[in-house]
């Protein structure tokens, strides 16, 4: 077969394709409209969700600033007359501080920044002596897939639960942060906390067998000197 014989019959093939092509969208044109336009449809929402998610997580970032400038707030000296975003006591302040964080985590439960809501919500209320919200919201934050976070929840959390008596709970805490640490909460930090628990206990030989290995295990550390402390202070 010659060279032109081949073109031909490539020009013939692809005229026939062409033309089934064309047929077969005529045949489906209706089909093949839906298609686009779900497909444009779908693109339009897909880039509208961004674009809202986008405007609501910067409108959840200021709320939370704005929030943790008022807990962080400075308190008024003692006669000190009034002044503009000083509060007169601490618990003025947490009171402020956790009606913002609230509203921030029912506002925008769906974002990341509803869960790091929920945790100061909680502490906030365990500073106002509201137990049982405070064990909510911390909870709540202590189950994010926010190790760093959570773990902090589950130190506010098992503080709470010694507070009420419940330390088989706290304990049970402390025991998860130690086998899972975070970079917010060291096992060592976590084990310090635990034997401070059994000292109010007074179980005063399983303290000491923690600090004994927190010493041992930080040698050079923080967490090892306090260990190494607290030994030398209960001999």
Same mark, same amino acid.
């Given at each position: 077969? &010659?060279?032109?014989?081949?073109? !031909?019959?490539?020009?013939d093939k692809f005229a026939q394709a062409t033309a089934s092509s064309v047929s077969w969208l005529s045949g489906h044109r209706t089909g093949v409209l839906r298609w686009v336009v779900g497909i444009a449809v779908f693109l339009v929402l897909l880039a509208g969700g961004v674009i809202y998610w986008s405007m609501r997580s910067s409108a959840a970032d200021l709320a939370l600033g704005q929030a943790m400038d008022v807990y962080s707030s400075p308190l008024a000296l003692p006669g000190a007359p009034p002044e503009p975003g000083v509060y007169s006591t601490a618990? &003025?302040?947490?009171?402020?501080?956790?009606?913002?964080f609230v509203a921030i985590a029912h506002d925008?439960?769906?974002?990341?920044? !509803?869960?790091?809501?929920?945790?100061?919500?909680g502490v906030t209320y365990q500073e106002l002596g509201q137990n049982s919200n405070a064990e909510a919201n911390l909870q709540a934050a202590a189950g994010s897939w926010d190790r760093n976070l959570a773990d902090l929840a589950k130190v506010a959390?098992? %503080?709470?639960?010694?507070?009420? %008596?419940?330390?088989?709970? *706290?304990i049970a805490?402390?025991?998860?942060?130690?086998?899972?640490?975070?970079?917010? $909460?060291?096992?060592? $930090?976590?084990?310090?906390?635990?034997?401070?628990?059994? $000292? *109010?206990? %007074?179980k005063q030989d399983q303290a000491r067998s923690i600090?004994?290995? $927190?010493?041992?295990?930080?040698?050079? %550390?923080?967490?090892?000197?306090?260990?190494?402390?607290?030994?030398? *202070?209960?001999q």
């Open positions: 077969m &010659d060279t032109r014989t081949r073109h !031909a019959l490539k020009k618990a &003025d302040r947490a009171k402020e501080a956790n009606r913002e925008y439960s769906w974002l990341p920044d !509803a869960t790091e809501a929920h945790y100061f919500a959390l098992a %503080g709470l639960y010694h507070q009420e %008596g419940r330390d088989s709970d *706290a805490l402390y025991n998860q942060i130690i086998a899972k640490p975070s970079a917010t $909460v060291s096992a060592a $930090v976590a084990q310090l906390d635990l034997a401070d628990l059994y $000292v *109010a206990e %007074g600090w004994a290995k $927190v010493k041992d295990q930080d040698k050079d %550390g923080a967490a090892g000197q306090i260990a190494g402390q607290k030994l030398a *202070a209960k």
